[in-house]
């Protein structure tokens, strides 16, 4: 059973960082596309990042790009989101996915990842 468990969320001010992790277990973690999502009240899900664990490659949205760093750590099954420079309009629930074993990151678009973490909180006030 694939599971995927985010941490590092909380509350910060305006131009403050957060670093959320994803352990993910129950599968072969190498070789697949990992991302993080992001949906705030009254708005639709949208990606922010996403790395290919075979190889390193990423993509970033564009309103996170310079900003935002994702990263991974294969001995400990692990990925992060560096965020820094966090704005109030970052404020969402995170989600961390994970696509089938193999599939690289082609898009930010959630239809695309199979498995899905439960969400962490964050909060940038102003």
């Known amino acids: 059973q694939v599971q995927l468990a985010e941490s590092g969320g909380g509350s910060v001010q305006a131009g403050g960082s957060l670093r959320l992790s994803c352990a993910a277990s129950?599968?072969?973690?190498?070789?697949?596309?990992m991302g993080w999502f992001r949906r705030a009240p009254g708005r639709e899900r949208e990606g922010v990042a996403a790395?290919?664990?075979?190889?390193?490659?990423?993509i970033y949205a564009a309103s996170v790009k310079g900003r935002f760093t994702i990263s991974q750590d294969n001995a400990k099954n692990t990925v992060y989101l560096q965020m820094n420079s966090l704005k109030p309009e970052d404020t969402a629930m995170y989600y961390c996915?994970?696509?089938?074993?193999?599939?690289?990151?082609?898009?930010?678009?959630?239809?695309?990842?199979?498995?899905w973490g439960q969400g962490t909180q964050v909060t940038v006030s102003s």
């Open positions: 129950g599968y072969t973690y190498s070789s697949n596309c």
């Open positions: 790395i290919y664990t075979g190889g390193s490659s990423t």
């Open positions: 996915a994970a696509r089938r074993l193999g599939a690289r990151c082609s898009a930010l678009i959630p239809r695309y990842f199979d498995y």
